[in-house]
Structures are given as C-alpha cells and as structure tokens.
C-alpha cells in the first residue's frame, strides 16, 4: 500500500469504535498535513510554469509544460474548494486573472465549469453519507437559483442603464460584507456543532434536520435548525449577488447555514457543494452557448480539477469539521479584499 | 446523541448525486479523449493560433477569429455540428458533465415523487430547480 493509499483510505467500518480511534489518531492529522504540503509545493511549481510560459514568446511556449501545470494548479484549487465548501471557480478566477493575462471571459468561463463539475463530483459521497441535508439544500436552493438568475438579468440592465461605476460600487459594498462575514466567523465560538436551544415555529414545519453518522466523532449527529424564514431571505440576497458578480456563493451559503440557521459546520459546508453544482449549472450554460469555452485550456484545468476534488473529497470525510474552519476564514477574507481591490479598480 | 443506529440517507439525494457524478464523470472521460485526439490531429481550432491567442490575452472572439474556420464565435451548441473534430467530441463532454445536474435534479424528483421519502414540499422545491436547470441548459433564461 502506497502513501497515498494509506492517507486516503476512508474507513468503510460502521463501527462507531474504529471511526472515532482512526479519525481521531494525531497519525493521520500528521499525515494529512503532509499530504497537503505536498500539494501546496506541486501547485507553486506548476502555477510557476504557467507564468514562466506566459512571461516568453509564444513561439516557444511548451504547450506539454503548460497543460502539466494547469492539473497542478487546479488539483490543489479542488483539494481546498471541497475542503472550504466553496466552489473551486472563487479561487480559480482570481488566481487565473490575477496572474494571467487570458482573457477574463474566458477564465471565468472556465472558472465556472471547473467549479461545477468539482462540485457534481464532490456532491456524491456527500450524499450518500446523508452529511449533505438533501431537504436543506433544495429548500434554499429555490431563492438561491431564482434570485441568482434575476440578479444576472439586474446587471445586465445596471450595466447598460448606469455604466461600469455601477459595478464598483456594488462590489466594495459585497467586499465590505464577505470580510465582516469573515470576522464573524473568527469572532463567533462553537460553530462547529451550534447548540439550538429553541426551534422557531416556522422551522420547525419545514421538518429540515435529517441525523447523520460522523466519523470523526464515531457516533450519530443529531441536530436542530433554526431562523429558517430569516435564511431564506438572505439566500435571495446571496443569489442576487452571485448572478450580479457572476461569482459562485460557497463563501456566502456556508455562514447562512452555519451561524444563522445553526447548521453543524460539516452540514452547512457540503450543503453549500451541492447547492454550486446546482447554481452553477444554471450559470455556465449561457457561457458555453456564448463561445467563451476552449477545450485547450478547460479540459486540462477539468482534469486536475476532479484528480482535486477526489482527494480533497477523501481527506474531507475523515477529518474533524473544525479543520476546514481556518480554510472558510481564509477564503472570505481573500475573496472579500479581491472584491474591494476591484471596486478601488 | 442516540449512537444505537445510523440514519439512511435519502434515497432521492443518492439518486441527485449518483447521476451527476457519472454524468460528470462521463463526460470528463469523452472530454479527455477529445484532447488526446487532439494531436492526432483533426482539430477544429487551429491548436498553434489559440494557445498563443489565450497566452497574449487575446478575447474569446478574436480567438475565434484567429482559430476557428468559421472566422467568428459559433454561438449555442456549435459542437454538435462538429463531432468529427476532436474540439468538438471534448465540447460534447464539457456539455455532457455540464449537463448532470440538470439530469440528476429531474432523477431526484422523480425519486422523491416513487419512494415518497420526504414531504410533498420538497418535491415542489426540486421540481422548480429542474425546470430551472433545464430552461438555463437549453438557453432560454439569458445570465448575461
């Protein structure tokens, strides 16, 4: 059995016994941490390719370097989008046209397809696991996809009626959030696994909560929802700033989920997967029929983007929900700075 | 906390996550063969004339220009009238993975409406994103 074998082999056992012993051993945290070193340094050698590439005449480019280091990179972007549950085309975008200079159109093209097959990959173990609440997802699935198509249609009119300015404004205002949202979530304790004390009426209705089997704690998770009319509302708002900024929203779903219906932070992060291959599905589609999609560059960015999630998918189910915690953080604050640099242009 | 059983998941989200992920999967497997037939040659694009377009930060509609034999952006599902290129059997793919969602939200539906595992609003609930997912893949909800 190779290393990689050895790190990535989930336990089948249903024993809550052998879980909890396996999951909790400081020896596969080691090696997890190994792993993902690894993939940090593989990531940096091929995203260093790429701009070496990009830096010489296209003469002589290597297409063979280039491709090699496209799977490098977006292995690694999959690794941490399944383990951040956030879709892989918020990490993508920004990396590509930051550091790029391919056309925008079409790295976000791209971005969004990487993004929404790492997630139609991710969404099965998730599923068939029960982590991911298939009556939580699609309950907030419908304002999100709704809102999310008439915020696309918003901007387009915004765009036309009042110019680009328009734009800047918006997204200072969305930076502004993402990092408070971030802060909240360094200030907030015990998101992990939320204590409910009181179920509202409304959520309790919708009889939302389905228990699931946790490995790493080795035993049934049972848990309450709550605030779910108020959740509701604000995926309308998040599916109205994901269509007006043409960005995926896991960033945004996993605290609604988390710190205001009080989600276990494992349910709201693959709740949040899922709901991407969703959204995102309904997004890509216009791109594609639009001409922004090139095989050269997508196909190797979608291999390496599944060799990602499948890993990060393995590491996911065995490790406790809190180490993704310093991951979502992460990426709130990132994507929050992104957004604020350009509305700052 | 009751440790005494292990809940089952519901069948409707195995069936939403087992046809996106084959369908996902699938498609990613035509896709890649489509770019090994790429240097076999056979290519829609020019493969010289659009990887130094993308590198130069050329737009997706001077790439088309540049790399296509159309000269321009073939817009919708050009790829189906081009299947015996390898650009368009990787095309088929991308639209085959990006497709799964759209089949694997009509599947679950169709779970939840057999197996009557959950309430009856949560068959409403996936049935609007079906209808969604399929006007948006058939373009008739513009994004942009």
Redesign the interface.
Known sequence: MTFLDRVLKVNTSSSPASSSKSSGDPGTIKQVIEIMLIVIIAASAGFGSILAAIGTEASALSPTLFFVGLILVCAAIGIFAVLAGVGGGVIFTPLFMGFTNIDSYIIRSTGLFVATVGALIAARPFLRKGIANIRLLYTAAVPYAVFAVIGSLLAGYMKTAMGPASEAYIQGALGMLVIGIGVLFVLKKNSEYPDVKQVDPFTASMNLPMPYFEDSLGKVVHYKLKRARVALVLFCGVGLMSGLFGLGAGWAMVPVFNLVMLAPLKVAATCSKVMISIGDTAAVWPYIQGGGMFPLFAVPCMIGMVIGTLIGTKIMLRVKAGFIRPLIVIVMFTSGIRLLMKALG | ???K??????P???V???V??W???GG?VI??I??FL?FTGNQF?N?ES???G????????Q??HNASPARD??????YLKHLGT??GI??L???I??L???F??WG?FATMISKKD??T??IV??L??SL??TA??L?W????
């Open positions: 906390m009751n440790d059983f292990t809940p089952k998941p519901s409707s989200g195995i939403y996550g087992d996106a992920f369908l996902a999967l990613s896709a890649v489509g770019m790429y694009f493969a659009l990887f130094n993308l590198c130069r930060g050329q737009r997706a509609n790439i088309w952006v073939l817009s919708g599902h050009w390898s650009d990787s095309m793919g991308i639209g993975a990006c799964a969602g759209v694997g939200a679950s959950n309430p609003i949560f609930f996936v609007i994103i969604l997912l948006s893949a373009g909800i513009s994004i942009h």
